[in-house]
């Protein structure tokens, strides 16, 4: 596959079986989806208005959460979608989905006979979900240069992998850090609840440092890149580092004289809610791809059983722990999606974290 320039952009060239308007609409979805820039024309939109017209900020999270039963409750299915499927060619993930399935119904079970649980496992989940985020980017980015003709060098990888490493760190201390996200809870578990410990509000600089890191860990990369293939990396793969700072880092950086956030409480409601959002349409968009190269599948029948999927999975188990009458639904709603969520990073690992074949293949 030869690759194609255009400026900074490095994209596959157009297959003599892909008419040019399709590689186009392809390339641009990519470009909006999966690199993360429409996440930037996004926030280029909804931070200024949220902070002039406060009460939009509760009218995004409310389409956030009608948004996640197309996008975000799919994402979690596509993954056992795609153990189910090449069951045969890798029995070990499905014997691992198979096995964990009734060890994650056990941490249900137990956030149920004893809800003090319910706090830990979400801090448990939000920490995690930090590094799953940046795992995530770096694996795409790996593929943007392979795709390109230009595979990543091993010292070129490491430092590329620390960078987005590096981010996901600082998310984890501002998450975990005493003000660090300056709002008062975590998707409703407010930190004063057993087990939402803090650390405290001097790790502040640890973090930044860490943000600071993922940046110059990117400049090492680029320099080791120009070394090795002499060229720097592709645009997708530097977009993706942007991303990962503008997710993790950015948002939390203070003005000097002030204890909290630039973004302030406003922002700070709906921005939980739209990283994930984002997150999921970079793999479907992933595992779509894969999903039609691996084998014949329609579409709409594909991505219709993954929304019933995700339904069932989400609103449907929901509904079971308040029927044992020892949680509410509120409780309930914390616990499901976190047990989910545990699972689903640990399943989501197996699969892309396969003996790695040669880049040729």
């Not at 194609?4 to 297959?15: D, E, H, K, N």
């Not at 002499?230 to 000097?256: C, K, S």
């Not at 069932?312 to 009458?325: C, H, K, Q, S, Y």
Request: hydrophobic share 55%; aromatic share 14%; proline share 7%.
């Amino acid at each position: 596959m030869s690759a194609l320039t255009r400026g900074t952009i490095v994209w596959p060239a157009v297959s003599p079986r892909e008419p040019r308007g399709l590689w186009l609409w392809s390339r641009g979805h990519d470009l909006a989806w999966i690199v993360g820039v429409g996440a930037f024309v996004f926030a280029a939109l909804a931070v200024p208005i949220t902070l002039l017209v406060p009460v939009s900020a509760g009218a995004l999270v409310t389409a956030f959460m009608h948004m996640a039963v197309l996008c975000n409750y799919p994402h979690y299915a596509a993954t056992y979608q795609i153990i189910a499927r090449e069951r045969h060619k890798a029995p070990g993930s499905f014997r691992w989905l198979v096995w964990s399935s009734p060890i994650a119904a056990l941490a249900v079970a137990l956030g149920v006979a004893w809800p003090w649980l319910i706090g830990p496992i979400v801090r448990l989940y939000l920490t995690w979900s930090a590094y799953h985020y940046a795992a995530q980017h770096f694996g795409i980015a790996s593929m943007y240069q392979a795709r390109a003709e230009r595979p990543l060098a091993p010292r070129t990888k490491r430092a590329l992998q620390a960078a987005f490493v590096a981010g996901a760190v600082a998310m984890m201390l501002f998450l975990n850090t005493r003000g660090g996200l300056g709002v008062p809870d975590a998707f409703g578990v407010a930190y004063g609840a057993p087990g939402m410990w803090q650390l405290p509000a001097r790790l502040y600089p640890l973090a930044v440092a860490f943000g600071v890191a993922s940046l110059v860990l990117w400049g090492v990369a680029e320099k080791l890149a120009r070394a090795s293939s002499g060229a720097g990396l592709v645009f997708p793969a530097r977009a993706l580092v942007l991303t990962n700072f503008a997710w993790f880092v950015l948002p939390y950086l203070r003005v000097p004289g002030h204890d909290a956030p630039w973004i302030g409480a406003t922002v700070g409601v709906w921005l939980p809610f739209a990283i994930p959002f984002f997150h999921c349409t970079q793999y479907l968009g992933v595992t779509g791809f894969r999903a039609r190269t691996t084998g014949a599948v329609k579409p709409a029948y594909w991505f219709a059983i993954l929304v019933a999927l995700g339904l069932a999975l989400f609103e449907g188990l929901r509904l079971l722990p308040p029927l044992t009458g020892r949680v509410g639904e509120g409780e309930a709603l914390l616990l499901v999606p976190a047990v989910l969520n545990l699972h689903h990073f640990f399943i989501d690992g197996l699969i892309w974290k396969r003996a790695r074949r040669p880049v040729t293949a």
